[in-house]
Nanobody, 122 residues
Framework: QVQLEETGGGLVQAGGSLRLSCAAS????????MGWFRQAPGKQRELVAV???????TIGDSVKGRFTISRDNARKTVYLQMNSLKPEDTAVYYC????????????????WGQGTQVTVSS
């Protein structure tokens, strides 16, 4: 079974940095897009950043210039480097992939991790 697992969340002071990781597992042959979304209490889930298999990235307007996304295809892992964190970045951060192909030839669509909490104190 294909799964995504996020790590790296926690509590940080405003202006600080955190690095989130998301590892895919489950006999994976290839991964299309990987990305990060976040959801703060009482708000809709929003795009943070996504990256495709050729390392082309899309960064959300609210985090441009502060967050960067990267991926290691050999490790089947995507990273989110978050710098200059603000209290409004506080949210649960979710990893997502739009399409994963396993070695058995099965496609998995719109896969989500369990989420990791990021809290930025002022």
């Amino acid at each position: 079974q294909v799964q995504l697992e996020e790590t790296g969340g926690g509590l940080v002071q405003a202006g600080g940095s955190l690095r989130l990781s998301c590892a895919a597992s489950g006999g994976i042959f290839s991964i299309n897009y990987m990305g990060w979304f976040r959801q703060a209490p009482g708000k809709q889930r929003e795009l943070v950043a996504v990256i495709n298999g050729r390392n082309v990235t899309t960064i959300g307007d609210s985090v441009k210039g502060r967050f960067t996304i990267s991926r290691d295809n050999a490790r089947k892992t995507v990273y989110l480097q978050m710098n200059s964190l603000k209290p409004e970045d506080t949210a649960v951060y979710y990893c997502n992939s739009d399409r994963i192909l396993d070695y058995g030839g099965t496609y998995y669509h719109d896969i989500w991790g369990q989420g990791t909490q990021v809290t930025v104190s002022s």
